[in-house]
């Protein structure tokens, strides 16, 4: 038998499981990783890579000890990861990223927290001047780059640590930290780079509004750009802090490709796995998410199974990874511009295939901080450990009393003179603007556990509302969505995927294991390299390149390594329409809210000037 093991860094934790070749999941854990974050400063988030693979070891070796399989069965790993940015000198070893009191000015040292996490937001003013030069580069991040992404992260270190400091440094997205530490190779991945680094693949065509220019991607990067925002240092090194040029001084690869010689002693030794064993290329964990989801099969009303979907049939499945923050994933074979989303990004999964990235910054984030901050929450907390039931299951029976005691056709009518717009960390997608905040109406004096219910209930509202918004927004400049395949823990969350399902319109299908979902996704691209190992050497980028066009495997791993998924569809019959009635009047609310917002933005900002 051949097994594969994926590993996924997540916001919180570190996790693998392993699997067979039909994807059945065999053992499975994760481990807590640490986040520091500033007591001064509510913008910092901050990582280690020591700590994460430290995680990652553990994990590897308990699900090795549960499952008794011999490490030498173990064929391939693959790694996904937040996009976070990892720093380390030349050698390897970490640098501090910190600056908050707690930690002294420890900014360039050697030290643990060298990661800054993905929702890390202290790269404001950086990303700014990145959105007001006007390059080409800004039209495969839907014209506005986030503060959340690798450059503006990076223009922070270049202003903030020593000059020369900052020379001696590696950057990584940290899907490509963690192949790098398990392999030796500082080949980077694609999927990090276009979507994270402002990393162009080379014969895509730029148009530069700043002055009307065009250019064709030579080299991947664009040393017009990189020079005009202040990271000239980089480009006049060719890159090489942040990957190199393809096929002068770096090497990029697709999604799954062999990278390295494998396992390199030191790490097949924490890993318990054997030397030499083959390492895909990473991805982002929103990419393994659609990779672990999108070739599944339902059943259809008859009872038959569906069909195997083809790579072009994933062009109408949207995969939406939904754990502390939510990504919505759409790939086409010509790249779409999407105002306010994410991309396109050329070859992000498939060799000239295009994805579209949409996103929610804090939604089980979002819910958490809801109930928690109730004053209800204690006697929530306590009604569970004395029932011995979830919180999100006594909210549940609660809403059914207050709708019975009420006598209100659905939910949502128990809400329906409370609205709540829900970007308390910004808003990704699709309005690209991180100074959006929360905003809620219809408030009363009242603390009770009802009025918790009904907070909880709306908060699942805005959720779905908002991402009506982004699907809406990505159909409306050219996809052609109709389904959404959810991974990740709010998949668990069956109140929020039925409003999904009627807020969209559409069906929302589940994996078996939603939570494992991004971690099979990194499974699949470890068969993939163990397979592609046997049919091509990468050694240089054009090895790369030509082996890139043997994505039809890819696609098939994922067909064969994919259980079959259940729907939820769309409330019918005359309850149904009831609920859209207010649903439709909500998201009408839902839109206001924004232009009201950024209108008292405009206000206040005139009247302190």
Known sequence: MEYFIGFDVGTGSGRACLVDSDGKLLADHSVETQTHRSPSDHRIFEQSTADIW?????????????????PNQVKGVGFDATCSLAVTDRAGRPISVSIGEDQGSNLGAEGQWNVILWADHRAGEEADAINATGEGVLNFVGGTMSLEMETPKTLWLKK???????????????????????????????????CKYSYVPPGTRMENASDGSSEVSTEGWSRRFFDKIGLADISAN?????????????????????????LCKDAAAELGLAEGTAVGSAVIDAYSGWIGTVAAVTKTDDGKTEKPPTLDDAAHRLAAVAGT???????????????GCWGPYRNAIFTDYWMNEGGQSSTGQLIDFVMTTHAAYPRLLELSKKADKSTYELLGEQLDKMQ??????TRVHLTKDLHFYPDLHGNRSPLADPKMRGMI???DLDASLDDLAAKFSVTLEAIALQTRHIVETMNANGHRIDSIYMSGSQAKNAPLMRLLATVLDMPIVLPPHPSAAVVLGAAMLGRFAYEASQAHI???????????QDGGRLWNIMVAMTQPAT???????????????????????????????????????????
């Open 441 to 443: 109406t219809g408030l």
């Open 567 to 609: 729907r939820v569809e769309p409330t019918t019959g005359s309850l149904g329409e009831a609920e859209r009635k207010v649903l439709q009047a909500k998201y009408e609310i839902f839109l206001e809210s924004i232009d009201i917002q950024r209108r008292w933005r405009q206000q206040m900002a005139a009247a302190v000037e």
């Open 238 to 262: 060719d890159f090489e802090q942040v990957g190199g040029i393809p096929g002068k001084n770096g090497l990029v690869l697709s999604a799954g490709q062999p990278v390295g010689k494998g």
């Open 325 to 339: 923050s939510t990504c919505h994933l759409a790939q086409s074979k010509d790249g779409i511009m999407v105002p």
């Open 160 to 194: 903030h640590m020593d000059a020369g400091r900052f020379r001696e440094c590696m950057f990584f997205d940290l899907p490509d930290y963690l192949t790098y530490r398990a392999t030796g190779s500082l080949a980077r991945s694609n999927c990090s780079l276009a």
């Open 538 to 548: 990468i050694e240089t980028q054009a090895d790369a390149d030509r082996a890139s």
């Open 54 to 70: 430290a995680a990652l070891a553990t994990c590897s070796q308990k699900i090795l000890a549960d499952s008794g399989v011999d």
């Open 404 to 409: 019975k005691n009420e006598k209100a056709p």
